[in-house]
């Protein structure tokens, strides 16, 4: 079955999609958010550009009771605040399942950020969201040309990284292809998306090796937290 190619205009011009300015205090991060804020340097040159020239790019945002969540832009509504906005440029998005807004959020960091720069737990996360089965990859086309869009407007998102990879999108060996990791790599990174979050921050450390942390993956979350403690 064909999917729907995505329109920026329509997209823009649509009530529900239309850019508006949201008060920074009326923002929050996302609830499952995994990746971490820039910091230092980095940081500092997202604020100065944000003083010198505004936010040029919308953060994608979805109504929460008593605000709005984040879901693309955390880096650039934390510069805001820091450069003294009141408000930020965003786009609403409405209707959207828990599995829509996951991929919006890891998606976009992985385009932004690319693989192998994320920590271990974040790479954890975006290849168990990718190897599960709970997206067909349609959906995740039609985000991901969005998000290229919106990145580059001017830009053809690039048909490579769109197209499905093998016969079976949601095999190991897949997965690996897109992200330039092995299947084995594939296999670990999902057995440490399994680690309760104090366990994750370990092995992003360095604390505690890989393999030592695909192990305790297969413990309980009661045991992993004593075993954190």
């Known amino acids: 079955m064909n999917t729907p190619q995505f329109d920026l205009g329509t997209m823009l011009s649509a009530p529900q999609t239309a850019i508006q300015q949201i008060p920074c205090d009326q923002l929050h991060p996302y609830h499952n958010h995994k990746f971490e804020l820039y910091s230092g340097e980095r940081l500092e040159d997202m604020v100065a550009s944000i003083k010198e020239n505004g936010v040029l790019s919308p953060i994608i945002v979805q109504p929460i009771e008593g605000g709005y969540e984040i879901l693309i832009g955390h880096n650039r509504w934390n510069a805001s605040k820091l450069a003294g906005l009141p408000t930020v440029p965003a786009i609403v998005k409405t209707g959207l399942t828990e599995e829509e807004a ?101 092995v992003d450390s360095g604390d505690i090796a890989i393999r030592a942390g695909v192990e305790l993956s297969f413990l309980s979350e009661e045991t992993q937290t004593v075993v954190a403690e």
């Open 102 to 202: 996951e991929m919006y959020v890891i998606e976009s960091n992985v385009m932004q950020r690319g693989f192998e720069n994320l920590r271990i737990s974040e790479q954890a996360a975006a290849v168990a969201l990718r190897h599960s089965e709970m997206f067909s990859q349609g959906k995740r086309n039609d985000i991901l040309r969005e998000l290229a869009i919106l990145e580059n407007p001017s830009a053809e998102p690039d048909t490579a990284t769109l197209n499905p990879v093998g016969s079976k999108l949601d095999t190991s060996e897949s997965v690996g292809k897109e992200y330039g990791v092995s299947k084995g790599s594939v296999v670990r990174l999902i057995r440490i998306n399994k680690l309760i979050d104090e366990l994750k921050a370990l």
